[in-house]
T-cell receptor
Framework: TQLLEQSPQFLSIQEGENLTVYCNSS?????LQWYRQEPGEGPVLLVTVVTGGEVKKLKRLTFQFGDARKDSSLHITAAQPGDTGLYLC???????????FGDGTTLTVKP | NAGVTQTPKFRVLKTGQSMTLLCAQD?????MYWYRQDPGMGLRLIHYSVGEGTTAKGEVPDGYNVSRLKKQNFLLGLESAAPSQTSVYFC???????????FGPGTRLTVL
């Protein structure tokens, strides 16, 4: 069974601060995705990283895939209250046709 | 396009009752998934399907059954509900293995 560990589990910060969320595994994944989920809704994809060492930027969000394709990080610069939500990482096993999700990081950004 | 829809949105069952959750997608996706999400936790895969007529077990399949008779529909059944099955259930679909998963709005199930 492939497991993904996310840290921290909860994060509460002030508007304007920077933060980093981590997603770690002992398994290698074909690709890794980050989703954001708001209360009462399903997760929505933020980014997919495929190549070891890959860095992708989405406005104030920076995503990195580890060289060995076992871990990833999400960095948010100058967080805003609109960034509040549950951030989930998901490792894909394309051969099996399924993904494994981490337990998520609940982020609260206070104005 | 409606994307992924789930029926019902809410349901309360008594222990031992049965029910079926319906997931429908209009994106012609091959892969469909059923997850459950408990408070403070991520998504755990119950069952999934890699195409019409196929199903496979995920991480937590016990107590659930599924069917994929039509490509656009994926049904999740609870034969004899238990309080431990109280959860929010999400359906998702994707065109390619490892691709972006599109999620439905969820079904909140309470088993008393």
């Amino acid at each position: 069974t492939q497991l993904l560990e996310q840290s921290p589990q909860f994060l509460s910060i002030q508007e304007g601060e920077n933060l980093t969320v981590y997603c770690n595994s002992s398994s290698v994944f074909s690709s890794l995705q980050w989703y954001r989920q708001e209360p009462g809704e399903g997760p929505v994809l933020l980014v997919t990283v495929v190549t070891g060492g890959e860095v992708k930027k989405l406005k104030r969000l920076t995503f990195q895939f580890g060289d060995a394709r076992k871990d990833s990080s999400l960095h948010i610069t100058a967080a805003q209250p609109g960034d509040t939500g549950l951030y989930l990482c998901a490792g894909a096993n394309t051969n099996a046709g399924k993904s494994t999700f981490g337990d998520g990081t609940t982020l609260t950004v206070k104005p | 396009n409606a994307g992924v829809t789930q029926t019902p949105k809410f349901r309360v069952l008594k222990t031992g009752q049965s029910m079926t959750l319906l997931c429908a997608q209009d994106m012609n996706h091959e892969y469909m998934y059923w997850y459950r999400q408990d408070p403070g936790m991520g998504l755990r895969l119950i069952h999934y399907s890699v195409g019409e007529g196929t199903t496979a077990k995920g991480e937590v399949p016990d107590g659930y059954n599924v069917s994929r008779l039509k490509k656009q529909n994926f049904l999740l059944g609870l034969e004899s509900a238990a309080p431990s099955q109280t959860s929010v259930y999400f359906c998702a679909s994707t065109r390619l293995a490892g691709g972006e998963q599109f999620f439905g709005p969820g079904t909140r199930l309470t088993v008393l």
